[in-house]
Every structure is written in C-alpha cells, then in structure tokens.
C-alpha cells in the first residue's frame, strides 16, 4: 500500500530565507507525485506535480520540487520565501492511470511560518 | 472558466442527523473525487465517481454514501452523524484520463453538535 510521510509538522522561516519541506512515499509501484497548498479557510490548489520525464519540476511562483526515485522523495523547496507563502503544504503521491485509480494519499501536511 | 463549487460552504448538525453535501466539477471534467480532512489532517479519500457509479471507495462506513448526476454532479450523503465526522469535506474533479491531475473545491465544514 501506498503512504506519504511528511516529516516536519511545522517549518517557520524568516522571510527571504531558504527553506525545504520534506516528503517521502512508500510505493511498489511507480507513482505520480503532487504537492498541494492549502491557505487558510481555503480548499487545495495544485502547487506542482511529477508524472514522467525531468526529475526537478518548478511553480510558477518560484517553488520547486525533485523527484528522487532510489530514496522515494520529492522534497518541496524555495529559495526565498515571502510572508505571502505562509500555509499548509500536503504532498500526495497516486499510482498512474489505467490502473482504474487515482485517489491521492495525502501527507499529515506541514505548516509553513514565514515571520517579518 | 468556473472552477470546482461546493454547497453549503458551512453546516451545523447534530448527532444521528443526514446530511447532504454537493459538488459541481470543473468545465470538461468527468470525474468527482470526495475527501474527508479532519482538523490538522491531511486530506482522506471516501469514494470516487465516474460515468455515475462509484468506482473506487476509501476506508469508510456504509453511512457515507454518494451519487453522480448525467452532468457530473455529484452529492455525498453521510447519515447518522457522529461527532467524529466534523470536518471538512472537500470534492476534487478530474478527466478520467487526466493523469491523476485534481481540482479541489473551497471545501463544506461540517460541524456536528
């Protein structure tokens, strides 16, 4: 069975610091690999995804995640963070169609503090 | 180009009450996913809907339970409430081959007294 870990519950980061939040999946299949934003009050919105090719994939805000197969993980980092970024962040792994799914597993979620 | 809507965006219930919660997907999309996100949770898949049946279901009792309508609509029903079922029900939409990609709704909070 698939599952999704994320490590960290809370991340806070001084604005125009890095940061990188951490996810990794158990699968014995090849996956799809997301990571969704969630503001507050709000539902998620789709940040970035991994279906095939390239292993580093980019928002266009300025976000960026690799997929790294030999150790199942697909971190989420940003060079410099705004006050603007501060949210949930889940990360979400789905097997590929034409396997008659593609529910997502989601992650606990990390809670992004980005302080003035 | 409306993206996915839910209705109501809050609810209050008691214990042992139903509820019918709705969602309309996203123009061109077929497929309606429904997910249960408890408060510090991430997000739980209850069921999926596609061509009006239910083709995939997540680990929840037969008190939830779901249709999808000929323009792909779709309800999802929870009858007998718990306490435990306040959360936040959030419907995602999708094409049935559209690589796994979801769009998720605002989300209805469902607060059971």
């Known amino acids: 069975a698939q599952s999704v870990t994320q490590l960290d519950s809370q991340v806070p980061v001084f604005e125009e610091a890095p940061v990188e939040l951490r996810c990794n999946y158990s699968s014995s299949v090849s996956v799809y690999l997301f990571w969704y934003v969630q503001y507050p009050n709000q539902g998620l919105q789709l940040l970035l995804k991994y279906l095939s090719g390239s292993t580093l994939v980019e928002s266009i805000n300025g976000f960026e995640a690799e997929f790294n197969k030999s150790q199942t993980s697909f971190h989420l980092r940003k060079p410099s963070v705004h006050i603007s970024d501060t949210a949930e962040y889940f990360c979400?792994?789905?097997?590929?169609?034409?396997?008659?799914?593609?529910?997502?597993?989601f992650g606990t979620g990390t809670r992004l503090q980005v302080f003035p | 180009d409306a993206g996915v809507t839910q209705s109501p965006t809050h609810l209050i219930k008691t214990r042992g009450q139903q509820v019918t919660l709705r969602c309309s997907p996203k123009s061109g999309h077929d497929t309606v996913s429904w997910y249960q996100q408890a408060l510090g949770q991430g997000p739980q898949f209850i069921f999926q809907?596609?061509?009006?049946?239910?083709?995939q279901r997540g680990n929840f009792p037969d008190r939830f339970s779901g249709h999808q309508f000929p323009n792909y609509s779709s309800e999802l029903n929870v009858n007998a409430l718990l306490l435990g079922d306040s959360a936040l029900y959030l419907c995602?939409?999708?094409?049935?081959?559209?690589?796994?990609?979801?769009?998720f709704g605002a989300g209805t909070r469902l607060s059971v007294l």
């Open positions: 995602a939409s999708s094409r049935g081959e559209g690589m796994g990609i979801q769009y």
């Open positions: 809907y596609y061509e009006e049946e239910e083709r």
């Open positions: 979400a792994v789905t097997e590929p169609p034409g396997r008659n799914t593609d529910k997502l597993i």
